[in-house]
Structures are given as structure tokens and as C-alpha cells.
């Protein structure tokens, strides 16, 4: 039932920066393990991060891993992509998700709406 509203995506130039937000309503954050995903045209949705639900253990996919961090501020109910040295293979929809607890990884079950990311070269 939490609804999870995106900001900060835009146009980028290769290796600057951006950094993503995601606040929820209708719950409360800490009760969710939290994550980002992200979609280019024609491919499928891929992960991108995962935070615990206290916020002390992350995980990175490869292609992210060193140039991203997702953090959480539960006091705010707010989730965070910061996204350094951007690429343009990193254009894509990001979006982020909600995980309930004893729910998979990979099966989360809230999502937001999304947020545009455009690197250009």
C-alpha cells in the first residue's frame, strides 16, 4: 500500500553526475528493504542496487559497483541513488522499489513510477 515517488533524473553529460530520490507515503520506509532498478528501451529491467532496511549492508551490481551508492534517510522516509561518473551505457528508466520483509530480491513489492537518466556522450 506505500506509494514511492521519484525525483532528480535528467540529461548528463559522461562523467558527471546525478543523484536520485525516492520518498514514500502511506507507510513507513524502515519497514522495507529498499532497492533501484533501471530500464533501457528494449531491454529488460535490471538491478542496479539494494539496501537493508537499516541501511548498514548494500549491494551493487557489477556495472554499477565503485560509481554508485544508494543510501537511505528513514527519519526523512526518503531512499537515495547518487550516481557518479556516469556513462552513457547507463541511459535508462530507474526506478525504485520496496521490499517487504520475506519477499525476494528480485520480486519487489512496491514500485515507483520511474525516473528518466540520459547520459550523453
Known amino acids: 500500500q506505500v506509494q514511492l515517488g521519484e525525483s532528480g533524473g535528467g540529461l548528463v553529460q559522461a562523467g558527471g553526475s546525478l543523484r536520485l530520490s525516492c520518498a514514500a507515503s502511506?507507510?513507513?520506509?524502515?519497514?522495507?528493504?529498499m532497492g533501484w532498478f533501471r530500464q533501457a528501451p528494449g531491454k529488460e529491467r535490471e538491478f542496479v542496487a539494494t539496501?537493508?532496511?537499516?541501511?548498514?549492508?548494500?549491494n551493487y551490481a557489477d556495472s554499477v559497483k565503485g560509481r554508485f551508492t544508494i543510501s537511505r534517510n528513514n527519519a526523512k522516509n526518503t531512499v537515495y541513488l547518487q550516481m557518479n561518473s556516469l556513462k552513457p551505457e547507463d541511459t535508462a528508466v530507474y526506478y525504485c522499489?520496496?521490499?517487504?520483509?520475506?519477499?525476494?530480491?528480485?520480486?519487489?513489492?512496491?514500485w515507483g513510477q520511474g525516473t528518466q537518466v540520459t547520459v550523453s556522450s
Open positions: 522499489a520496496g521490499i517487504r520483509l520475506g519477499s525476494s530480491w528480485s520480486r519487489p513489492d512496491y
Open positions: 502511506g507507510g513507513t520506509l524502515s519497514s522495507y528493504a
Open positions: 539496501i537493508t532496511r537499516s541501511g548498514i549492508n548494500t
